[in-house]
């Protein structure tokens, strides 16, 4: 009679928290096993892979010793439950509750196949040579792309659960013997005490979790990629990385700023090519932070200007002034960035002409922009693609701006004070959990790692 009351008590609990009637695709069934005591189903339809629960039922049934299923069934992953909320965030995670007549407890089996898009190579990380998969939204998936890449049995992913009603699955991974411990435990102590209602918005909305950020200090902390062969090389590097359920992106941690200057195509190539690209993308990053400021302050200061820079000089001042000019171009730029997010594919060409007569000769025939900030602009935009955090682009971009203000209300005084101020937000800056300096090689100095992110060095034997 306790097992019939069971029976009833859960199949009850798991019907009102399931919202079951309510719900379309939440799913109550009930069978008869084989020794004739009812079994009731409970799962969500969208997530059963039929095939295999079809096998299931069918073992199911005819096995009469329900006390030992969970060592017999040989299908999918099997769980049991004490009480029907546990349940409940397995039946939301893809399992299938069973709740036997004559049993004191739930089964739950897990014979789930979530919908989910092709590995294909990220568009914003794309390389000449190399692999062409990429990180999905399946956190399985994901996870299979890193053990393809290191088979180390001390490869580990801890699963974790995170937001009140989403529940969602996290999985930090690291190799056991490689990562730092104690950078290890107070991620996983931080993302423990995440106390929040939803992770709406996946690896952004744990980052911010994360981290203590200062608003003021736009320099970005963690280092995102959908690339599995980075991730990859990163663990193999004592990091830890984060995945989120649902997200096609993965965090890298702990992360330099450095770190966001290096790129997959560097390993492709042979080592003199990928250093080449290696310096050239440092310099043309550092240039995207102080190459207006510092043509604007020398235009300002015509005496500054040594004979053979003689070619900077604007040839005509315009009727709109030249630091109006500067920012009223950034912010079209930026407005035609959001733009091309929400333009149709087919009309990307219309968007594209529209953008150039906007910007190029019609707004300096009618005299509202000399052609020299257009040309500065043009090259600082394209400068921002050689890199591919857009965390990173819109730092220096911000800075850049501060910059611009203190030249033009300061003058030289304000340049470099803008100098300064970057300088002290980026070493301000921490990483998350603080175990390593955000300017790590520099701050600690090591010089094996600063001659290895410069230059591109063959293998060890």
Avoid: H
Wanted: net charge neutral; proline share 5%.
């Amino acid at each position: 009679m306790v097992y019939i009351t069971s029976y009833d008590r859960f199949t009850d609990e798991l019907t009102r928290l399931l919202n079951v009637g309510e719900s379309f695709d939440v799913v109550k069934r009930r069978i008869s096993l084989n020794d004739g005591r009812n079994c009731g189903l409970f799962y969500v339809s969208g997530f059963i892979d039929n095939a295999t629960m079809e096998r299931v039922l069918e073992y199911f049934i005819e096995y009469k010793d329900t006390e030992m299923l969970k060592e017999r069934v040989a299908f999918g992953e099997v769980s049991e439950a004490s009480n029907a909320k546990d349940a409940v965030n397995m039946i939301l995670s893809g399992g299938t509750a069973f709740v036997i007549e004559g049993l004191d407890k739930i089964i739950v089996i897990f014979c789930r196949r979530y919908p989910n898009r092709g590995i294909e190579e990220p568009q914003n990380e794309k390389v000449l040579k190399g692999p062409r998969d990429g990180f999905g939204e399946s956190m399985i998936n994901n996870t299979v792309l890193l053990r393809r890449r290191i088979r180390d049995p001390k490869l580990t992913f801890k699963l974790v659960s995170c937001g009140k009603r989403t529940a969602s699955d996290i999985a930090v991974c690291y190799i056991d013997d490689l990562v730092d411990k104690r950078f290890l435990s107070k991620i996983l102590e931080r993302l423990n005490k995440i106390d929040v209602e939803a992770i709406s918005f996946g690896e952004q909305s744990i980052a911010e979790q994360l981290i203590r950020r200062k608003w003021y200090n736009p320099f970005p902390k963690v280092r995102f990629t959908e690339r599995p062969d980075s991730a990859a090389a990163m663990l193999l590097e004592g990091s830890v990385i984060i995945i989120s359920d649902n997200t096609p992106e993965v965090m890298i941690l702990p992360t330099s700023i450095f770190d966001f200057l290096q790129e997959a195509d560097d390993f492709y190539l042979p080592p003199l090519t990928s250093s080449y690209f290696r310096i050239i993308r440092l310099l043309i990053v550092s240039l995207t932070l102080i190459l207006l400021p510092l043509w604007y302050l020398l235009i300002t200061n015509p005496g500054f200007i040594p004979p053979w820079l003689e070619f900077i000089k604007l040839k005509e001042p315009g009727t709109v002034p030249v630091i109006a000019q500067i920012f009223i171009i950034e912010f079209i730029i930026d407005g035609l960035k959001i733009a091309s997010l929400n333009t149709p594919q087919v009309l990307g060409n219309s968007f594209s002409v529209i953008a150039g007569l906007i910007l190029g000769e019609m707004a300096v025939d009618i005299g509202w922009f000399v052609p020299e900030v257009i040309l500065y602009l043009a090259i600082i935009t394209i400068a921002n693609f050689t890199q591919s955090s857009y965390e990173l682009a819109y730092a220096l971009k911000f800075m850049r701006l501060i910059m611009l203000v203190l030249t033009a209300v300061f003058n030289i005084w304000g340049f470099l004070a803008g100098l300064l101020l970057v300088f002290l937000l980026i070493v301000s800056n921490k990483s998350v959990g603080g175990g390593r300096s955000y300017l790590y090689p520099l701050i600690p100095w090591n010089t094996k790692s600063v001659i290895r992110f410069l230059f591109r060095v063959r293998l060890k034997k």
